[in-house]
């Protein structure tokens, strides 16, 4: 079970009741090469840009097998390890690349096991502090075509075993529907799920009550709507009052929306990462109206995990034909 403190920020939380987590954290996709594949032009500048993010207070980094595959593990191995006793890397198992470099979902127990092995070989770690299973409850996201015929219990045992085994100490999920949130509960204690939720696409909402209700943290991917943001109204006035990025004050309503919340905005440009945690920084500056004022943006009670709004789902296909086309 994950805590949370009570401030009007929750300026951190206690992930699965031991790990004190700032309630900021790093995104690691971007750190590859066009459509997610190989390393990232300026290799030096990732590692660079890893370690800064450590010295400004980042303790929770998000990565997986999938993304390179495996050279954003390794970069984070190299730029970081040995860790910080407070550092937790959170990696995503279970999805992986097809011979196109499409994003696929492969829950098979030998699967798991091996990616796991993978992962803290590529992360230069003993133990994982945080792994999540990718499911495919939510669709239009990356990996989301089901495994065929595998049973949950078996996907998600491989890693209870290897969490008694030593080799993981919490287990959390990345895409759950509500429905399986509570399947994979019935199963072992989950840390922390990571589904869509942001500005304009409130797809995880009954994910997020979910959470909210069983003290999981809930980690929504792309908390910066894939760079939708621009036209957005309701940030103008709160960004131009606090002289704040609309980014950040995006970041900053996240903050405020819920205490189970923790964002990971990723960049590849370390001024980015400044103005991503200065979020931290301007969320209790953000009055009542000016949090209503964002909420109101899009209508969470409309909105349901297998519709993200067209706004939100044309931009993503953008942003994926443009890689597709610079790779």
Not at 95 to 116: H, L, M, N, Y
Request: with cysteine; charged share 20%.
């Amino acid at each position: 079970m994950t805590t949370t403190k009570t401030d009007v920020t929750g300026t951190e939380l206690v992930l699965g009741g031991t790990d004190r987590v700032p309630r900021l954290g790093y995104g690691a996709m971007q750190l590859t090469g066009p459509r997610v594949i190989g390393l990232p032009d300026d290799t030096a500048g990732a590692i660079t840009l890893l370690q800064r993010a450590v010295d400004e207070g980042v303790r929770f980094f998000d990565t997986a097998n999938a993304y390179g595959p495996r050279t954003v593990n390794q970069l984070i191995g190299r730029a970081l390890s040995p860790y910080r006793d407070d550092v937790i890397i959170g990696n995503k198992v279970g999805a992986d690349r097809d011979a196109t470099g499409g994003w696929i979902v492969d829950s098979r127990p030998e699967t798991i096991r091996a990616q796991v092995d993978d992962a803290l070989l590529d992360l230069r770690a003993d133990a994982s502090p945080l792994t999540y299973l990718r499911l495919w409850g939510d669709s239009q996201a990356p990996g989301t075509t089901p495994p065929d015929a595998i049973p949950l219990e078996d996907s998600l045992g491989a890693l209870v075993d290897l969490r008694d085994a030593g080799k993981i100490r919490h287990i959390g999920l990345s895409g759950a529907s509500p429905e399986l949130l509570r399947a994979t509960q019935a199963i072992t204690p989950i840390a922390a799920v990571q589904n869509r939720y942001n500005l304009l696409d409130r797809s995880g909402v009954e994910v997020l009550a979910a959470c909210e209700a069983d003290g999981i943290a809930f980690v929504p991917f792309f908390p910066l709507a894939s760079g939708a943001l621009t036209d957005v109204d309701a940030l103008t006035r709160p960004a131009r009052r606090l002289n704040a990025s609309a980014s950040t004050i995006a970041l900053a309503w996240l903050l405020r929306r819920s205490p189970a919340i923790v964002p990971i905005p990723g960049t590849k440009s370390v001024d980015h990462l400044l103005t991503n945690i200065d979020a931290t920084r301007i969320a209790p500056e953000l009055t009542q109206d000016e949090v209503t004022a964002l909420t109101a943006v899009e209508d969470d009670d409309a909105a349901r995990l297998h519709l993200m709004p067209p706004a939100a789902a044309d931009n993503l296909a953008r942003r994926r034909a443009a890689t597709a086309t610079t790779s």
